[in-house]
């Protein structure tokens, strides 16, 4: 039996996310440049998409540049630019070929204007495929988000759109850019490392976290289904006692 066979398909976890970390190290054990490992790691980001889509997985969320990422030198967040433009010229038509969908979270108007305009043509190019959603985190922080979204709120009331009552898990989501995707059931975190980075703060309040000692480029479709069978072996309670969840 493979790992995919293993694999209860009833049991697949409607939204993903994951914190893609190693490409560094993985360069480095190699004697390599970091970017080198950046470039595998794109190789791993195809892996991750097709294995996803072929699980049934409907939405992926990928980190892939995080606010505090600016701060790497400036040759390394170069590279990652065009990577990140070489990416969407080579992988546009395969998404296409594969129905999914691309959207990005996180503040893109501080992305180079080339690669904002390679993004946005990728997000109209695939806006009517219907199969998985793939969302690229860039220039994201959970912290961000949430701030913009306290903001948002505390503008509405001061034109008096809503009142304070007003506020309730509900709006805040609403207020985020991840507001037209469902909370993900499941975060992996790659290279052995085991903390959340500022990533989806307030969507992953009842996730399930997976970590990984495999470095992101050697990330590959059977380390993502030995993940889903982890995830399928939890039991997912919510605050309620093991018992209530048997008899629903
Ligand atoms: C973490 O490894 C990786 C990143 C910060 C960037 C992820 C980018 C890619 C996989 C390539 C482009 C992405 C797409 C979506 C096409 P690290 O550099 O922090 O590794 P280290 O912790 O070993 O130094």
Redesign the pocket.
Known sequence: MTLLEEIDKNNIPRHVAII?????????KKGNS?LF???N??K??REATEAAAQMGVQYLT?????TE?WN?PKL?VDG?MT??VS??EN?TKKLNENNIRLHTIGDITRLPKNVRAKLNGAIDNTASNTGMNLV?ALNYSGKWDITNAVKRISQDIKDNKINVEDINDTLITNNLTTAQFPDPEFLIRT?G?CRLSNFLLWELAYAEFYFTET??PDFSKDTFYEAIKSYQNRERRFGKISEQIKES
């Open positions: 893609m970390d190693g490409n560094g190290r993985w360069a480095k970091r490992g950046h470039k790691g794109v791993a980001v990928l980190y892939a540049f995080s990422n790497r390394e990652l990577l990140l990416a969407i992988e690229l290279s490392e470095l992101w």
